[in-house]
């Protein structure tokens, strides 16, 4: 079977974290008024910056996005996303921490919501995030 051509899509490489309190909830958040797709739910994470590890752009996404603050080696790669969006395709590495110093606050006018795994299904997600779903439930 021959795999469909990108296209020339642009790819895009995109970190996410499962962060996980000590009652085993997810930490998600909503994407703020005047975003793409604005009001969806999902991981905390951002753009891999040039010269920056994976795991780099999360502990500084989460403490920009957050204000919290973690360390590489307290980050557990589970699986990834790649989705084909029109204008690009996105690849994105998902992350749990379970580790992490300080109290999740939105510094980005994001809301914010521990969830249990199985309850992640009743806010709506990107299409690349709601496939991440199974992997935490399977993990928590």
Do not use: N
Request: proline share 11%; with cysteine; hydrophobic share 40%.
């Amino acid at each position: 079977m021959k795999a469909e051509p990108s296209k020339g899509k642009r790819l895009l490489l995109v970190v996410a974290c499962a962060l996980v309190d000590a009652d085993g909830r997810v930490l998600i958040a909503q994407r703020p008024e005047g975003k793409q797709l604005a009001g969806m739910w999902e991981f905390p994470g951002g753009k891999v910056e040039p010269g920056e590890t994976p795991e780099e752009c999360l502990v500084r996404e989460l403490h920009e996005e957050l204000g919290i603050e973690t360390k590489t080696a307290c980050l557990a790669p589970l699986t990834f996303a790649s989705h084909s969006y029109d204008d690009f395709h996105l690849l994105m590495p998902l992350y749990v921490c379970r580790r992490f110093w300080g109290t999740p606050e939105p510094k980005e006018a994001q809301a914010l919501k521990w969830v249990r795994p199985r309850q992640m299904r009743d806010y709506p997600m990107p299409p690349a995030d709601a496939p991440l779903i199974p992997f935490l439930i399977d993990l928590l």
